[in-house]
């Protein structure tokens, strides 16, 4: 996801239309329907209760939209992107505690987007749990973050010691590397407020008066433009913004919802979608192929930390995601190159294409996992 600080106060300059104020929708089962538009976003509750919450999403606009949950200071408790024109999606988040969260469509993925209060009232619900298997995947998937965002510290440490040093080759060459822990992990860095924009923000996203910094400014340096005078500031900036990311994981009340678990494996996948598969995400360096198969990685890890509970509700839904993954990391070993991967603007139209396909038929597997692991934690 490439967004601004999403800011309380800021948000309210656009209205959300409430379709009604019922608990529930028309859309089926108890399914909170939304309807977004260029310009609006209707939803067909104001009001919800503890446990999960499942919203069904229609973009009736012109642009691609993205919806998305937050409970207080902004912190993302579920998000569904790259809903094209025409398309449904569906998005589960699990809210256990009471209190006013918001909801939010953003049409052209820009901006701020259009906000409502979402009211949840009842008791505080904790999943249910008896055979352990929700407690045992956010306790994996949670150590898989810790390690990739160790991993990711000592990796962008070393990028920014060679870009300080003027070292332009050693800098090129550890870009992409250290990213690709970063792509594995993104979308929980995008559950903290602007953090992943400072990190991850394109040229082509930033808006008026926003600063830039982060990877891609220094990859507009390293194969554009040359140093400039600030450089040295936006490399210390970008190591420490990744240190902050690094505390916020490691700290002793970070948790992870395995509802948000399934959400993540999706919104990686949704991350190839929306920049890798266009060639938008690394458009100086053509280094998209390693953010690709990281986003591609850290959504296998999120399935793989789900996993006694697929095999114990959904078996053939597992073995399903097993061969889409199996079929599209074979095709991407095709462009290994020594440790790495070819530049991609040397991929053709037609095997992007073929990538897109195999995309698609994985994040359809994908994208019903929110669902087992909803009825397997019956809050």
């Not at 982060?214 to 507009?220: A, Q």
């Not at 462009?335 to 897109?356: A, I, K, P």
Request: glycine letters at 8%.
């Amino acid at each position: 996801m490439r967004r601004s600080t999403y800011a309380l106060a800021a948000a309210a300059a656009l209205p959300l239309a409430l379709a009604g104020c019922t608990e529930k929708s028309t859309a089926g089962d108890d399914t909170i329907a939304v309807t977004a538009t260029d310009n609006a976003c209707e939803v067909a509750a104001a009001k919800g209760t503890t446990g999960h919450s499942s919203f069904r999403i229609t973009n009736n606009g012109t642009t691609v939209t993205e919806f998305y949950v937050f409970a207080a200071g902004d912190r993302v408790m579920g998000e569904i992107e790259n809903i094209g024109p025409g398309l449904t999606r569906q998005l589960i988040v699990n809210l256990p505690e009471a209190g006013t969260y918001e909801l939010s469509c953003r049409p052209g993925m820009v901006g701020d987007g259009i906000r409502q209060e979402f009211v949840v009232t009842g008791d505080s619900k904790a999943a249910t749990d008896a055979d352990g298997k929700l407690a045992e995947a956010g306790d994996g998937y949670r150590r898989y973050i810790r390690s990739q965002t160790e991993a990711l510290v000592s990796a962008t440490g070393e990028f920014v010691a060679a870009v300080k040093a003027g070292d332009v080759d050693e800098a090129k060459r550890l870009f992409p590397i250290s990213r690709t822990y970063f792509e594995r992990i993104e979308p929980e860095a995008e559950s903290f407020g602007d953090l992943d924009p400072r990190i991850d923000l394109r040229e082509a996203d930033l808006e008026p008066g926003q600063a830039w910094t982060g990877f891609h400014r220094l990859e507009k340096d390293l194969w554009v433009q040359g140093a400039q005078s600030d450089t040295t500031a936006i490399a210390d900036r970008l190591a420490a913004d990744v240190q902050e990311l690094a505390d916020l994981v490691n700290a002793d009340d970070y948790t992870v919802d395995p509802t948000k678990i399934a959400g993540n494996a999706q919104g990686l996948l949704d991350e190839v979608s929306t920049s890798k598969i266009t060639g938008e995400e690394d458009i100086f360096s053509h280094t998209d192929l390693w953010d690709f198969q990281g986003n591609v990685d850290g959504s296998q890890a999120a399935v793989a930390a789900l996993r006694p509970i697929l095999d114990a509700n959904d078996p053939q839904l597992a073995q399903a995601i097993d061969t889409r993954f199996a079929d599209l990391d074979a095709v991407l070993a095709q462009y290994r190159q020594g440790d790495g991967f070819v530049s991609y603007d040397t991929v053709t139209e037609s095997q992007r294409q073929e990538l897109s396909r195999l995309l698609d038929a994985l994040s359809a597997e994908v994208s019903k996992v929110q669902g087992v692991v909803a009825g397997a934690g019956g809050a």
